[in-house]
């Protein structure tokens, strides 16, 4: 067992201004990575340029993320990064800018070609902090930056201790524009993490205390996302939670359902979280019948009795999930079962499993 947790991470209203002066230890200039409109929707933004102007750190912005960012993005904002001359990095806005952000840090100290990423960089990134505006992924604390490739290999991890954010503040209030179905999906992809983790090969004592942690409060207010008005108190649960969800794949990795979700992002437009949820009821299916035990874990958390009741949970946060052709289950059945995640699964899965799960969401 292994854990290793070095970002400093902030949670409350204003941690953000209320720890600004940390910015001046990364140094004195910072290039702001974002996506075209979550940074400055969020508030995130304005705190952000208020701090760096107090501090007297000199700034760019680049936002030009994609949802999903693709290596060629990362590179580009890394380019940026190392053209202004940034001491740092600051990510700002849901998982894609914050692992395009951390993808940057690498490019902008390194002399590489987009795919050398995924090997041996000689230099160490830049440092990164990490300001979440959706309550998701958990990347502002996890080693994790993942980026879209190509249909053989729709998303690939860059991963290592490099690839820790130094700094990361939750502040819930950057969390209150999201729309509606971005704060559920966002949500399940959290929920999916802290599940996968406690149904992984590498899950430990100190993974599944974190896990069922995230799984009881994600339980706890998940449906609070499609209520209005937006109760704060539920966002900072749902935002605490995601991150803790975040540690617990650090020490675990993922399953299954991430690698096939990939799939389902690249193939079929579904959003990240989206394609977890979807694929949740398949996974805990088999769960149940290869791994009782862990299953019955999650159940536990979530004070559900058992499958059947976390099936309609699942129907009532997305009522519509599209259903896959066989065609489509059988060629994304082909490439995800290449995805080394299978690896971490509990129990062993063939392509013919995948393509069943597939055309059961
Ligand atoms: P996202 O792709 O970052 O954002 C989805 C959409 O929501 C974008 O249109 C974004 O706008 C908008 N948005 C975000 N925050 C908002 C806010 N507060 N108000 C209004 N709009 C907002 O979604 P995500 O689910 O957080 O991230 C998904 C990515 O994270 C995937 O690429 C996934 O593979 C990755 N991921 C990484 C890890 C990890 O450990 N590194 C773990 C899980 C998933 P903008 O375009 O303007 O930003
Ligand atoms: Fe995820």
Sequence with gaps: MRSFMPTKVFCGENCLILNKHL?????????????????????????????????????????????????????????????????????????????????????????????????????????????????????????????????????????????????????????????????????????????????????????????????????????????????????ERLLYASMLAGVAITHTGTTIIHSMGYSLTYFMDMPHGFANGALLPPFLRRAEKYAPREAAKVFSAMHLPGIDEFCELISRLLPNIPKVSEEDAEMMANVSIKNKNILQNLWSVTKDDEKAMFLEI
């Design 23 to 235: 910015f001046k230890a990364l140094g004195e200039k910072a290039l702001i990575v974002c996506g075209r409109s979550s940074a400055a929707a969020s508030g995130a933004l304005d705190d952000v340029l208020a701090a760096l102007t107090d501090e007297g750190i000199r700034y760019e912005i680049y936002n030009g993320v994609l949802n999903n960012p693709t290596v060629l993005n990362a590179y580009e904002a890394g380019g940026k990064a190392a053209e202004f001359g940034a001491d740092f990095i600051i990510g700002i806005g849901g998982g894609s800018p914050l692992d395009a952000a951390k993808a940057a840090a690498v490019y902008a100290t390194n002399r590489i070609e987009p795919m050398e990423i995924y090997g041996e960089t000689k230099n160490l990134p830049l440092p990164v902090a990490a300001i979440p505006t959706t309550a998701g992924t958990g990347s502002e604390v996890t080693p994790y930056s993942v980026l879209t490739i190509d249909r053989e290999n729709p998303k690939v991890t860059v991963k290592g201790d490099h690839m820790f954010p130094k700094l990361a503040f939750l502040d819930h209030r950057y969390t209150k524009s999201l729309p509606a179905d971005v704060a559920v999906h966002t949500a399940l992809d959290a929920l999916s993490h802290a599940v996968e983790s406690i149904l992984c090969k590498r899950n430990s004592y100190i993974s599944e205390y974190i896990a069922r942690e995230a799984i009881g409060i994600l339980g706890e207010e998940i449906e609070n996302t499609l209520k209005y008005p937006i109760n704060p108190k539920s966002r």
